[in-house]
């Protein structure tokens, strides 16, 4: 670990010659190696942390809107759906060379599973090109096929 203290006193007391001034060329130089080595380990992980672990989420308040994504982050849509009434979420438009589908799951809801009770679709996408897409969604029963959707979710993505 890099001693700030040690590390002034080699820059800042005059040379002397033998032990001392070795000594000081070592800690600086452990102290550049060290800042080089954390450096290179940290640099992925940061970008990692920025773009996983804060995403862009939407929900059905943004549903008709203009939304800005980063390029690179994650973007989660997270929609309530009803326990036992067969609909579900599906996605039906977007721009594969600007949006990168990553996954979908169901958020069950903590304690009694209840017919109606409310649970949450969601969504992950990575915006991995600068570009406008519109994003949209559909609330419908799988099995009934001449039927408009009892939901529509759209929303227009601005990636920069």
């Given amino acids: 670990m890099i001693r700030p203290r040690l590390v002034w006193e080699a820059l800042t007391t005059p040379k002397r010659t033998g032990l001392l001034q070795r000594r000081s060329v070592l800690i600086l130089a452990t102290a550049a190696f060290q800042l080089a080595l954390y450096t290179m380990i940290m640099t992925p992980f940061c970008s990692a942390i920025s773009s996983d672990l804060v995403p862009t989420t939407v929900t059905e308040k943004e549903n008709g809107q203009k939304v800005f994504v980063p390029l690179d982050s994650v973007l989660e849509v997270k929609l309530e ?20 589908f990553l996954e979908d799951s169901v958020v069950k809801p903590s304690g009694e599973k209840l017919v109606g009770t409310k649970e949450h679709h969601l969504f992950r996408f990575r915006a991995k090109a600068t570009g406008i897409t519109a994003l949209k969604m559909h609330y419908y029963r799988q099995w009934e096929k001449d039927v408009a959707p009892l939901k529509t979710y759209e929303i227009k993505l601005q990636i920069n």
């Fill in 81 to 100: 759906t009803q326990l036992g009434t067969g609909y579900s979420w599906k996605v039906v438009e977007f721009n594969a060379g600007l949006l990168e």
